[in-house]
Antibody, heavy 118, light 108 residues
Framework: EVQLVQSGAEVKKPGESLKISCKGS????????IGWVRQMPGKGLEWMGI????????RYSPSFQGQVTISADKSISTAYLQWSSLKASDTAMYYC???????????WGQGTMVTVSS | SYELTQPPSVSVSPGQTARITCSGD??????AYWYQQKSGQAPVLVIY???KRPSGIPERFSGSSSGTMATLTISGAQVEDEADYYC???????????FGGGTKLTVL
């Protein structure tokens, strides 16, 4: 089965670091872009950036450049999204997505809820 | 920065045709894609490359694009189609992906 499985929900304090993961299976992980999407509570979808696991080519949306780091470990078919210093405004659901079926971002992870609160 | 504009809400009765628009300056040269997101669930791709339908998506979902506007059409909308719908595309450089603000479809 083609799928993306994300790591579990996180509760963190402001200033803490965090790395969440997205593991692909059932397809050639290195051959398709992985994207990360933020959805703040009650709000719309926002692209954060994309990475090509085959060569780690990474592109950030302007709003997220310098705020997060996207990486991938192709040896374990896993992509990552990390923060060095979380803020309360980072509280959101984060989704990963990839494109093995149609060339569009057609498979999505289940989402990882990140809550940042003192 | 590049923006895609959608109406905040669309409302139809069951069996009617729902049309959701997405406007953006780069759409004449870039594909539009559409997602359906039901409450508490991950988005689902319903249309890609302006008008193609992924396997498993009902035929009542269709897409088109003309000039700076892309349109998602749901012919004979059903109650289970109630959801938020998002378009996405890229800016003219192709380097940045952008979502529209989303449209809440009500079918009642």
């Amino acid at each position: 089965e083609v799928q993306l499985v994300q790591s579990g929900a996180e509760v963190k304090k402001p200033g803490e670091s965090l790395k969440i993961s997205c593991k692909g299976s059932g397809y050639s992980f290195t051959s398709y872009w992985i994207g990360w999407v933020r959805q703040m509570p009650g709000k719309g979808l926002e692209w954060m950036g994309i990475i090509y696991p085959g060569d780690s080519d990474t592109r950030y949306s302007p709003s997220f450049q310098g705020q997060v780091t996207i990486s991938a470990d192709k040896s374990i078919s896993t992509a990552y999204l990390q923060w060095s210093s979380l803020k309360a405004s980072d509280t959101a659901m984060y989704y990963c997505a990839s494109s093995p079926l149609t060339g569009a971002f057609d498979i999505w992870g289940q989402g990882t809820m990140v809550t940042v609160s003192s | 920065s590049y923006e895609l504009t959608q109406p905040p809400s669309v409302s139809v009765s069951p069996g009617q045709t729902a049309r959701i628009t997405c406007s953006g300056d780069a759409l004449p040269k870039k594909y539009a894609y559409w997602y359906q997101q039901k409450s508490g669930q991950a988005p689902v791709l319903v249309i890609y490359e302006d008008s193609k339908r992924p396997s498993g998506i009902p035929e009542r979902f269709s897409g088109s694009s003309s000039g700076t506007m892309a349109t998602l059409t749901i012919s004979g909308a059903q109650v289970e189609d109630e959801a938020d719908y998002y378009c996405y595309s890229t800016d003219s450089s192709g380097n940045h992906l952008v979502f529209g603000g989303g449209t809440k479809l009500t079918v009642l």
